[in-house]
């Protein structure tokens, strides 16, 4: 079995590729650049992919200004609390996931892969649309309806293994499987150091404390 993993570097999706390589899948990462505000965090999908034996790790590159729009793509300042399920954040991607699921679903198609793996979660997030369970059920209808797999009875499954897990447990499934937490990367802002403040430090951090595991990562600042 082929699987394609959407890869950013961060801890949810490196989880994410090491539950599709342990359920026996032939991995083939998939990472996006859009224009984010650093590259720091493909540096980690490359060395996560390679640590992880994928059989391809492919890197695509999306126009720069596409996603022009809040605080990941533009020079605004990345919120300390970026938001809650009924605000969303601006560190929210306009429609990320779902142009990232059509690419993956797209390419999973041309390499005769069976499953698109893509790690969100509905628990330990910022609040994000595109990370709900009814959104993955209606992208998956849309993906069947409009592939050639789909139409003839086979359609890409689209795998979301960490959706009801909490940043700890997933933290402990990742330690089970053998992820290398050290090479990963949270941060919203990027740099030599993560942060430490920002929404996703933040949940990363507590996701680490949470687990009684300790976070490889250095900080400019642990609260």
Known sequence: MKGVV???GGIDSSTTLAVARDMGYDTFALTILYGQRHEREVRS????ASSMGVVEHTTIQ??????RSGSLT???????VAGAEDNIPTTYVPARNLVFLSIAVGYAEVIS?????IGVTSVDYSG??????EFIRSFQETSRLGTKRGIEGHPIRIITPLIDMSKEEIIKLGR???????LTWSCYRGGEKACGRCDS???RLKGFERSGIEDPVEYEVVR
């Open 62 to 67: 999306l126009p720069n200004d596409m996603f």
């Open 6 to 8: 959407l890869l950013s």
């Open 201 to 203: 430090c933040r949940h």
């Open 74 to 80: 533009t020079d605004e300042e990345v919120p300390e």
């Open 176 to 182: 089970k499987l053998g992820v290398d937490y050290s």
């Open 128 to 133: 994000y649309p595109d990370c709900r369970p």
């Open 45 to 48: 999908a490359r060395d996560i």
């Open 113 to 117: 892969a069976d499953a698109v793996f």
